[in-house]
Nanobody
Framework: QVQVVESGGGLVQPGGSLRLSCTASRSIFRSNSMAWYRQAPGKERELVASISHYGWTNNVDSVKGRFTISRDNANNMIYLQMDSLNPGDTAKYYC?????????????WGRGTQVTVSS
């Protein structure tokens, strides 16, 4: 049962920027902390950034200073502004609630949006 829809991915050159968007159902969004995750080919899914209902954010070390997560509580939207992209950021990106377990406890996922960083 899909309750999130991600968009905004694409092909970008190293050093470029992209802004990902996610719309989530109210049942997921409500007062939950939300997060962006990513999964590269051959690797496990990892949490990239999370944001509490009140806007407190946390990023993994590899994206600190480059990625910014934000949310629009009125419209059930999550965003991920990605700057200074490098080939290591190539992955499919997903949004979902933050389950405190890196997404391991989540069953339902959206289709994700592909981000490819290449020259």
């Amino acid at each position: 049962q899909v309750q999130v829809v991600e968009s905004g991915g694409g092909l970008v050159q190293p050093g470029g920027s992209l802004r990902l968007s996610c719309t989530a159902s109210r049942s997921i969004f409500r007062s939950n902390s939300m997060a962006w995750y990513r999964q590269a080919p051959g690797k496990e899914r990892e949490l990239v950034a999370s944001i509490s209902h009140y806007g407190w954010t946390n990023n993994v070390d590899s994206v600190k200073g480059r990625f910014t997560i934000s949310r629009d509580n009125a419209n059930n939207m999550i965003y991920l502004q990605m700057d200074s992209l490098n080939p290591g950021d190539t992955a499919k990106y997903y949004c979902n609630r933050d389950d405190g377990r890196g997404g391991a406890g989540l069953v339902h996922w959206g289709r994700g949006t592909q981000v490819t960083v290449s020259s």
